[in-house]
């Protein structure tokens, strides 16, 4: 069965790190190009980063450019997303998916939470 | 406030049709192909239309979408209960160098 599972979300400070991971199971994910989506809480979708098959191309949304960093570990079947200066409006659910030969985003992840709050 | 433009609700009774907009610019939608994504309450989005009018296996032929210019529309026939949800559109834009949904629309049975 193909699944996606996130992990590391948490409530942290304004200004504070945290560690995102996806693990992949049910299929080989360096087959793919992975993306990070989030989802403010009781809001719509916002696309956040992504990163492509060989980890050689990455890109970020102008929102989260310079603070969060994305990456992959195909020998763990792992994606990453590190996020720094943490901000209130970083507050949202974190989910990875998969991207498809036919561009659109097809395993989804059941998401993390992640809250920024003092 | 969401580059790609969605009412933000849309209902009908049973049986019904309702169709949802999607109203973008030339360097998304005008551009790029459309994907429409279903996402109940509570639960990871899925994919309902692919490439503005493909339907993945085990959509219903209820759903369809369609792609005009800097516009895209999806269309609910025969209206059910399971269909309330949130639906989004998405594409690439090649300004902002990333991909941009829709604001989302909660569809209500009613």
């Known amino acids: 069965e193909v699944q996606l599972v996130e992990s590391g979300g948490g409530v942290e400070q304004p200004g504070g790190s945290l560690r995102l991971s996806c693990a992949a199971s049910?299929?080989?994910?360096?087959?793919?190009?992975i993306h990070w989506v989030r989802q403010t809480p009781g809001k719509g979708l916002e696309w956040v980063s992504l990163?492509?098959?060989?980890?050689?191309?990455?890109l970020y949304a102008d929102s989260v450019r310079g603070r969060f960093t994305i990456s992959r570990d195909n020998s763990k079947n792992s994606l990453y997303l590190q996020m720094k200066t943490l901000g209130i409006e970083d507050t949202a659910l974190y989910y990875c998916?998969?991207?498809?030969?036919?561009?659109?985003?097809?395993?989804w992840g059941q998401g993390t939470l992640v809250t920024v709050s003092s | 406030q969401s580059v790609l433009t969605q009412p933000p609700s849309a209902s009908g009774a049973p049986g019904q049709r309702v169709t949802i907009s999607c109203s973008g610019s030339s360097s998304n939608i005008g551009t790029n192909t459309l994907h429409w994504y279903q996402q109940p309450p509570r639960t990871a989005p899925k994919v309902l239309i692919y490439?503005?009018?493909q339907r993945p296996s085990g959509v219903p032929d209820r759903f369809s979408g369609s792609k005009s210019g800097t516009s895209a529309s999806l269309a609910i026939s025969g209206l059910q209960s399971e269909d309330e949800a949130d639906y989004y559109c998405?594409?690439?834009?090649?300004?902002?160098?990333?991909?941009?949904f829709g604001g989302g629309t909660k569809l209500t049975v009613l």
């Open positions: 490439r503005n009018t």
């Open positions: 998405a594409t690439w834009d090649d300004s902002l160098d990333g991909w941009v």
């Open positions: 049910g299929f080989t994910l360096d087959d793919y190009t």
């Open positions: 990163i492509n098959g060989d980890g050689g191309v990455t």
């Open positions: 998916a998969t991207e498809n030969s036919s561009g659109y985003f097809q395993h």
